[in-house]
């Protein structure tokens, strides 16, 4: 099993930026991918970016230029660097990873945390 913790979200005026991380612990051995998603209020989940094990990253097209997925050496901590953000971009943000075994793939999510962007 994966345990994952969250820090980073708040409350920030358009054009500004935000670092969102996220710490797994338990069989991170296991984990191939590590990704960022987001629900905002009325909306569906929707991707943000995701980060392989391999080092693919993998991002909407409403981010790509503003936001940036990247992890730590050891594979247990993925950040989200969020730059000129926007309204549209308030969400809950959550963390989250896929580990492999040979009893089959299995998802792990964090407990979210709110992105406000206001002025």
């Known amino acids: 099993q994966v345990q994952l913790v969250e820090s980073g979200g708040g409350l920030v005026q358009p054009g500004g930026s935000l670092r969102l991380s996220c710490t797994a612990s338990g069989s991170t051995y296991r984990i191939f991918v590590m990704g960022w998603y987001r629900q905002a209020p009325g909306k569906q989940r929707e991707l943000v970016a995701t980060?392989?094990?391999?080092?693919?990253?993998n991002y909407s097209d409403f981010v790509k230029g503003r936001f940036t997925i990247s992890r730590d050496n050891f594979i247990t901590t993925v950040y989200l660097q969020m730059n000129n953000l926007k309204p549209e971009d308030t969400a809950i943000y959550s963390c989250n990873v896929k580990t492999s075994s040979a009893y089959g793939p299995s998802d792990y999510w964090g407990q979210g945390t709110q992105v406000t962007v206001s002025s």
């Open positions: 980060l392989t094990k391999g080092g693919s990253t």
